[in-house]
């Protein structure tokens, strides 16, 4: 077993059930012991591949997939929905699952519904705009409110 | 990172909250960003982008300012 093959096995735990795997599931899916699973979660949250509750190995964050409900939601082109962690993350489930989608969210400021719709590669033209409150360099000291 | 519905949104939302205004900019480029950024996430040996790489992304999109610097 590597790291990879978890961070896969997370990947892809989420996107067929929008849950993701603990480390007792990953180590009977891998054929390793729990702690060995319990390691490799640890590295790839040190590595900043995935994010973990404070304290725990549950899964928050295994980008572009959110493992907890968010207003970020990409409905895709055959029908399912997976979570993002934030608008970026939504259309980087888009770009990762290589099919037409939206990403369906609203108005930081006045909570009015937000779509944006991709087809065939291209994000359909829109008013809205992004806002990023915190420079690239120190994302990473709070990834949740980044 | 945040999404609103214009300008004047992002505005008024830093002006109540005592935020200074970060960068803005188009759904077009963040999507120019995810792209690269999250598109090969499913593939064995994925790796993240290292500082540099990371920069050339946000480049690629027109985001080349301090606010982008790694």
Redesign the interface.
């Known amino acids: 077993m590597t790291d990879?093959d978890v961070?896969?096995h997370i990947?892809?735990e989420l996107i067929a059930s929008g849950t993701a795997p603990c480390v007792a599931d990953t180590g009977a899916a891998l054929d390793v012991p729990e702690s060995d699973a319990a390691a490799a979660y640890d590295r790839l949250a040190a590595?900043?591949?995935i994010v973990l509750e404070p304290g725990t190995h549950d899964v928050l964050m295994a980008?572009?997939l959110s493992a907890v409900p968010t207003s970020h939601i990409a409905r895709m082109a055959d029908g399912r929905s997976h979570y993002g962690n934030?608008?970026?993350?939504a259309?980087?489930?888009?770009?990762?699952l290589?099919q037409d989608g939206g990403v369906e969210?609203?108005?930081?400021?006045?909570d009015?519904p937000?779509t944006?719709t991709?087809r065939r590669g291209a994000?359909a033209p829109?008013?809205?705009?992004?806002?990023?409150?915190?420079?690239?360099?120190r994302w990473w000291e709070n990834i949740v409110f980044? | 990172m945040l999404l609103f519905r214009s300008e004047e949104h992002v505005n008024r939302w830093c002006e109540q909250r005592g935020l200074d205004r970060g960068a803005v900019f188009t759904p077009e480029q963040l999507w120019t960003v995810a792209k690269p950024w999250h598109g090969r996430r499913l593939d064995r040996g994925w790796k993240r982008f290292t500082p540099a790489e990371a920069e050339a992304v946000f480049a690629g999109a027109g985001l080349t300012d301090t606010f982008w610097h790694l």
């Open positions: 990879d961070r896969l990947l892809r590595n900043r591949v980008a572009p934030c608008v970026w993350d259309l980087g489930v888009i770009a990762m290589g969210t609203v108005c930081t400021d006045c009015a937000l944006l991709v994000l829109t008013d809205a705009v992004v806002h990023f409150a915190v420079p690239a360099a980044t």
